[in-house]
């Protein structure tokens, strides 16, 4: 069974610019949420999107934001990029039906570079 | 509100010897937490889950543990090797966006 994939995986951007990553889950799987990664922040959670509705959000401003299709495809959307930005975004699929029951399957990431 | 906070940043340890990781969390009461393994460049990857009424739960040279009254989680790599050397992630799950947190990661390096 394929994995989680996401696109592009490098992605440099100006700052204002705004940006556009996608999340093709597992098959089946119909959860799709969205992390960002920095060094010194860790892991943080940004939102999840269960069957095409944000279900869970975590504290980020709104210029994060995102969407899910009905084939469960997720695409996560940042308008006007600032420097502190830059950062690994993951997105991570499961079924969505079991709580904390659930393993998160993640993709590779995306890494983009604001300049 | 929610904290999850990883013993330390970073951790040495000699070839053969256990590695022990701390997780603990605060205002939150999870009823199952999750350990994962994360590799520089790459996604995490999931290890173990331990239920809150479980004392202690085991995988290879995986040990994990869950004190639901101290509000903590340990996890052990016996007869650690180089290869085990990665960041790993504590996720304490409960309901709501609490259930998709994770704790800010310990990176383990095994020396030969």
């Known amino acids: 069974k394929a994995g989680v994939t996401q696109t592009p995986r490098y992605l440099i951007k100006t700052r204002g610019q705004q940006v556009t990553l996608s999340c093709s889950p597992i098959?089946?799987?119909?959860?799709v949420s969205w992390y960002q990664q920095t060094p010194g922040q860790g892991l943080q959670f940004l939102f999840e999107?269960?069957?095409?509705?944000?279900?869970n959000k975590g504290n980020f401003p709104g210029r994060f934001s995102g969407r899910q299709f009905s084939n469960s495809r997720s695409e996560m959307n940042v308008s006007t990029l600032e420097l502190g930005d830059s950062a690994l975004y993951l997105c991570?699929?499961?079924?969505?039906?079991?709580?904390?029951?659930?393993?998160?399957?993640f993709g590779p990431g995306t890494r983009l570079l604001v300049l | 509100s929610q904290k999850i906070e990883q013993n330390s940043e970073a951790l040495n340890i000699q070839e053969g010897k256990t590695a022990t990781l701390t997780c603990n969390y605060t205002?939150?009461?999870?009823?199952?937490l999750q350990w994962y393994r994360q590799d520089p460049g790459r996604g995490p990857v999931f290890l173990l889950l331990?239920?809150?009424?479980?004392k202690e739960k085991r995988k290879e040279r995986l040990k994990v543990t869950f004190d639901t009254t101290l509000k903590q989680s340990l996890f052990h790599i016996t007869a650690s090797q180089p290869a085990d050397s990665a960041t790993y992630l504590c996720?304490?799950?409960?309901?709501?966006?609490?259930?998709?947190?994770f704790g800010t990661g310990t990176r383990l390096t095994v020396i030969p």
């Open positions: 991570a699929s499961s079924f969505g039906l079991a709580g904390g029951r659930e393993t998160q399957y």
């Open positions: 098959s089946g799987h119909r959860s």
């Open positions: 996720a304490p799950r409960g309901t709501g966006a609490n259930n998709l947190f």
């Open positions: 331990i239920r809150e009424n479980e």
């Open positions: 205002n939150y009461s999870p009823a199952y």
């Open positions: 999107y269960f069957s095409e509705t944000q279900r």
